[in-house]
């Protein structure tokens, strides 16, 4: 267990000081405080602490832009220490959109977690067009890692864009690192998003969940443009529901469902 919280450290400490352009958002459900969005692996390479299997889909409305909706479906897989997802995202329309496909691997347990996670994505020239032309298709890598400081304080870094091929993806992303405090019925967290090459400055996000018995409730924010959340999710196992809405400066508000089906066994 020493070795292993020695690794997630130094791989804490090594994506803390990378800083490439990172980009996309194909597997970004709602999730009540990070790294613990439904599928998380696939979206941030952040593995989730539990074992077992979790089934995960939901839909992601793109600020009320006609025609740009997420569709995505992600299973999660762990046994002992090692975890494994993958998952099917689909953005627009034909002509408009892009299609995702993505797998993740790792090994995590109560305190540490680590994990990396490749996408394969292209342009839906057509309805169901089996051929990527050149340019129409990209690969993107990357890796993060979680782990528990003590005092009831988890620390996280994830940069999920390391290495990239092909067309560039849809939307910039920054390199995240943050520390999430939490006891019972209630989690704070504090987030930094590097600034992606080329695409503007810095950014902070904070955010605060509250919670009792199968229901969760939890607001964040950030700024660069400054934006706020509202979440809420029920659970009654086997099956969690997810919702949460984002406020946008200039634009209608993002939102997002989820539903997930899970077995939580050892």
């Known amino acids: 267990m020493r070795s292993a919280r020695a690794g997630i450290v130094a791989a804490l400490a090594a994506l803390a000081v990378v800083s490439p352009p990172l980009r996309a958002q194909d597997f970004a459900l709602p999730g009540a405080t990070p790294p613990g969005s439904a599928a998380a692996l696939l979206e941030d390479a952040l593995p989730r602490a539990e074992p077992g299997v979790a089934v995960t889909a939901g839909t992601i409305a793109w600020y009320g832009v006609p025609g740009l909706v997420t569709r995505a479906l992600a299973i999660d897989l762990g046994r002992g220490t090692w975890r494994a997802s993958c998952g099917v995202s689909q953005t627009g329309e034909p002509g408009l959109g892009w299609t995702t496909v993505g797998i993740g691997a790792g090994a995590a347990g109560r305190d540490w977690?680590?994990?990396?996670?490749?996408?394969?994505?292209?342009?839906?020239?057509?309805?169901?067009?089996?051929?990527?032309?050149?340019?129409?298709?990209?690969?993107?890598?990357?890796?993060?890692?979680?782990?528990?400081?003590?005092?009831?304080c988890t620390m996280w870094a994830s940069a999920p864009s390391l290495a990239l091929t092909g067309a560039a993806p849809p939307l910039a992303r920054a390199l995240e690192a943050g520390v999430r405090w939490s006891s019972p019925g209630l989690a704070l967290w504090l987030a930094h998003r590097s600034a992606p090459a080329g695409y503007g400055g810095a950014s902070f996000a904070a955010g605060a969940c509250a919670g009792t018995g199968p229901a969760r409730v939890w607001l964040s924010a950030h700024d660069a443009p400054f934006a706020g959340t509202f979440g809420v999710s029920v659970t009654r196992a086997p099956v969690a529901v997810s919702a949460a809405v984002e406020s946008h400066p200039w634009l209608p508000p993002l939102t997002r469902l989820a539903l997930t089906l899970a077995d939580r066994a050892p």
Request: hydrophobic share 50%; net charge positive; charged share 20%.
């Open 113 to 152: 977690g680590a994990a990396g996670r490749v996408l394969a994505r292209r342009d839906r020239t057509a309805a169901f067009a089996a051929r990527v032309a050149p340019g129409e298709g990209g690969l993107e890598a990357g890796a993060g890692a979680w782990l528990v400081i003590g005092g009831g």
